[in-house]
């Protein structure tokens, strides 16, 4: 069964960092681009920052770049999203998913698998 799970959400202050991990079973991230999307309430889902399947390209939203880095350790099976310096915008359930489709990889549509999220609250 292929599925992705994320970790590491959780309540911080303005100005904290957390780290989020996305663990996949079932298949192998280095054949994948992997995208880190996030939903707060009421508002569309945005795409925060995504990676190549080697891990050597990566893009980020104009709203998190300069603050948070994603990077994947394939022989872990595993993508990671450092977020630095944040504030209560960024206020959301993150979800990480996979793909091998070509397109815009900060678009969601192009994502075939997805996991279930972690809340990331930042108080202010």
């Known amino acids: 069964q292929l599925q992705l799970v994320e970790s590491g959400g959780g309540l911080v202050q303005t100005g904290g960092s957390l780290r989020l991990s996305c663990s996949a079973s079932?298949?192998?991230?280095?054949?994948?681009?992997i995208g880190w999307f996030r939903q707060a309430p009421g508002k569309e889902r945005e795409g925060v920052s995504c990676?190549?399947?080697?891990?050597?390209?990566?893009n980020y939203a104009d709203s998190v770049k300069g603050r948070f880095i994603t990077s994947k350790d394939n022989a872990k099976n595993t993508v990671y999203l450092q977020m630095n310096n944040l504030g209560p915008e960024d206020t959301a359930v993150y979800y990480c998913?996979?793909?091998?489709?070509?397109?815009?990889?900060?678009?969601?549509?192009?994502?075939?698998?997805w996991g279930r999220g972690t809340q990331v609250t930042v108080s202010s």
């Open positions: 998913a996979a793909t091998m489709r070509v397109g815009t990889c900060l678009g969601w549509s192009i994502y075939n698998y």
């Open positions: 079932g298949f192998r991230l280095d054949y994948y681009r």
């Open positions: 990676i190549s399947s080697s891990g050597g390209v990566t």
